[in-house]
Nanobody, 124 residues
């Protein structure tokens, strides 16, 4: 089992940057492929980015490609999401999630554990 806690969200102007962190406790982070999902008001939760156990496989949603960067530090049990050139449409509740798979997967039901979510608001 693993517990996930996100931090780093907040309010930022369009064009700005934020870095989200997700700290894992319990089972070591290196045992999990990690993903970031987001849910905007009135919309379904969607995949944003994912990174495999050793960081060798990374996947982004088209909507964030070129602006967001996912990374991990297994020694610190932490996964990050660097978000640059933020747009108002990036406003959402952001969740990190852990998947016992070796490959990055994009479907939320395939993830085993979830953080509580953190709000990111981008003003225009």
């Amino acid at each position: 089992q693993v517990q996930l806690v996100e931090s780093g969200g907040g309010l930022v102007q369009a064009g700005g940057s934020l870095r989200l962190s997700c700290v894992a406790s319990g089972r070591t982070l290196s045992s999990w492929t990690m993903g970031w999902f987001r849910q905007a008001p009135g919309k379904e939760r969607e995949f944003a980015a994912g990174i495999s156990r050793n960081g060798g496989d990374i996947l982004y949603a088209d909507s964030v490609k070129g602006r967001f960067t996912i990374s991990r530090n297994n020694a610190k049990n932490t996964v990050y999401l660097q978000m640059d050139s933020l747009k108002p449409e990036d406003t959402a509740l952001y969740y990190c999630a852990a998947d016992y798979s070796y490959a990055v997967r994009t479907t939320q039901r395939q993830y085993d554990y979830w953080g509580q979510g953190i709000q990111v608001t981008v003003s225009s």
